[in-house]
DNA sequence: AAAGTGACGGCCG
DNA sequence: CCGGCCGCCACTT
């Protein structure tokens, strides 16, 4: 209910400065807040995305680049369709971080 | 005010 | 290589 915390902005703020072809983990986005153990938090966040149409939280993946995005029901393979769209090459909703994973300032 | 939850990460077996 | 357990934070009720 209440969304005037500090974090939840700055991580919309991080999606939006995702290149295009790239993607994150939650532990960059984390550090980027300051501490790696916000991970958790930084799901949480997105999860109450208020804006999935405009934040890129589909290039958000977690650390083993498994796309963990719950978009509803199945959404999940339109989220893998969004990360090909764009170049990224996504296998069984793997993505390979090595290539496409954007470190950021980190 | 306290306890529980979660779109996670890292380590151990 | 793969599976399971614990730990961390902020938010919710």
């Keep these: 209910m209440n969304d005037n915390k500090n974090?939840?902005?700055?991580?919309?703020?991080?999606?939006?400065?995702?290149?295009?072809?790239?993607?994150?983990?939650?532990?960059?986005?984390?550090i980027h807040l300051g501490d790696i153990h916000l991970a958790r938090y930084v799901g949480s966040v997105l999860h109450s995305n208020p804006r999935p149409d405009f934040y890129p939280c589909y290039k958000v993946v977690n650390s083993k680049g498994k796309l963990a995005i719950n978009f509803g029901d199945g959404g999940l393979t339109i989220q893998k369709e969004r990360l090909e769209k764009e170049g990224i090459v996504v296998i069984d909703n793997i993505v390979d971080l090595k290539k496409y994973e954007y470190k950021g300032k980190l």
């Design 7 to 30: 974090y939840r902005p700055k991580v919309y703020e991080y999606l939006l400065t995702i290149p295009y072809g790239k993607v994150v983990t939650y532990k960059t986005i984390a």
